[in-house]
C-alpha cells in the first residue's frame, strides 16, 4: 500500500493499525530529525512519541498535493521549532524565577512610598524613567492591575512582573531624590 491509499483508509476507518503501519515507516526518520534538534536521545524519543499521538489526530489535514514524506518533514521540522521555542520560553522563566530567588534578599520598596511623591513630581519622575518601567508602573497604579493580570498582559512570569514592578519603584524613587 503507497502512503496516499493508507492515508486515504486510515482517515476512513480510524484504523489505528493503519497508523501503526506508517508510524514503522516513518518514526526512524522523525527520530533523526528530531535528535538533530536536541540532540538528546530521550528527548527525541518523547518528542517522536509526541509527534506521533498529535499526527494521528492531525492526519485528516494532509491533502495529498505533495508526498506524505515531505508533509511529515515539513510537520517534524515545525513541530521541533515548537519545542524548542517553548523549551527557550521556559529557560528564561527559570532564570526568571532564579534571579527573584537571589532578588528576594534585597529589601522591597514600599508601595506607600511611591503613593508620599506629589503628583507633579510623579510625572516628571515617569518622562525620565525608561518607558518599560513608565508602563508597568502606570498599568499597576493607574489602571489597577494585579501582578496575575499583568503577568498574562506582559506574558512572562508572576515572579518576573514582581522583579519589574519593584525594579522601576526603585529607580522612580532614585530619580525622585534627584530632582
Same mark, same amino acid.
Given at each position: 500500500m503507497t502512503d496516499n491509499e493508507l492515508i486515504e483508509e486510515l482517515v476512513k476507518n480510524n484504523n489505528t493499525q493503519l497508523f501503526a503501519v506508517l508510524y514503522d515507516r516513518y518514526s526512524s526518520v522523525v527520530y533523526n530529525?528530531? /535528535? &538533530?534538534? =536536541? $540532540? &538528546? $536521545? +530521550? =528527548?527525541? +524519543?518523547?518528542?517522536?512519541?509526541?509527534?506521533? =499521538?498529535? /499526527?494521528? =489526530? $492531525?492526519? $485528516?489535514?494532509?491533502?495529498? +498535493? &505533495?508526498?506524505?514524506?515531505?508533509?511529515l518533514y515539513s510537520y517534524t521540522y515545525n513541530f521541533c521549532i515548537n519545542y524548542i521555542q517553548r523549551d527557550k520560553y521556559n529557560q528564561n522563566e527559570k532564570v526568571c524565577d532564579q534571579l527573584e530567588t537571589s532578588y528576594a534578599d534585597v529589601e522591597d520598596i514600599d508601595d506607600a512610598l511611591i503613593f508620599e511623591i506629589k503628583a507633579e513630581k510623579l510625572v516628571v519622575i515617569l518622562d525620565k524613567i525608561d518607558p518599560e518601567d513608565k508602563m508597568i508602573l502606570l498599568m499597576k497604579y493607574q489602571d489597577d492591575m494585579s501582578i496575575k493580570e499583568l503577568s498574562t498582559l506582559l506574558t512572562i512570569g508572576e515572579s518576573a512582573v514582581k522583579m519589574r514592578l519593584n525594579r522601576a519603584k526603585k529607580k522612580a524613587l532614585e530619580t525622585s531624590k534627584i530632582l
Amino acid at each position: 500500500m503507497t502512503d496516499n491509499e493508507l492515508i486515504e483508509e486510515l482517515v476512513k476507518n480510524n484504523n489505528t493499525q493503519l497508523f501503526a503501519v506508517l508510524y514503522d515507516r516513518y518514526s526512524s526518520v522523525v527520530y533523526n530529525k528530531c /535528535l &538533530s534538534f =536536541v $540532540k &538528546s $536521545k +530521550e =528527548v527525541a +524519543e518523547d518528542l517522536t512519541h509526541d509527534l506521533f =499521538v498529535q /499526527l494521528f =489526530v $492531525k492526519i $485528516k489535514t494532509f491533502k495529498g +498535493e &505533495s508526498k506524505f514524506s515531505t508533509w511529515l518533514y515539513s510537520y517534524t521540522y515545525n513541530f521541533c521549532i515548537n519545542y524548542i521555542q517553548r523549551d527557550k520560553y521556559n529557560q528564561n522563566e527559570k532564570v526568571c524565577d532564579q534571579l527573584e530567588t537571589s532578588y528576594a534578599d534585597v529589601e522591597d520598596i514600599d508601595d506607600a512610598l511611591i503613593f508620599e511623591i506629589k503628583a507633579e513630581k510623579l510625572v516628571v519622575i515617569l518622562d525620565k524613567i525608561d518607558p518599560e518601567d513608565k508602563m508597568i508602573l502606570l498599568m499597576k497604579y493607574q489602571d489597577d492591575m494585579s501582578i496575575k493580570e499583568l503577568s498574562t498582559l506582559l506574558t512572562i512570569g508572576e515572579s518576573a512582573v514582581k522583579m519589574r514592578l519593584n525594579r522601576a519603584k526603585k529607580k522612580a524613587l532614585e530619580t525622585s531624590k534627584i530632582l
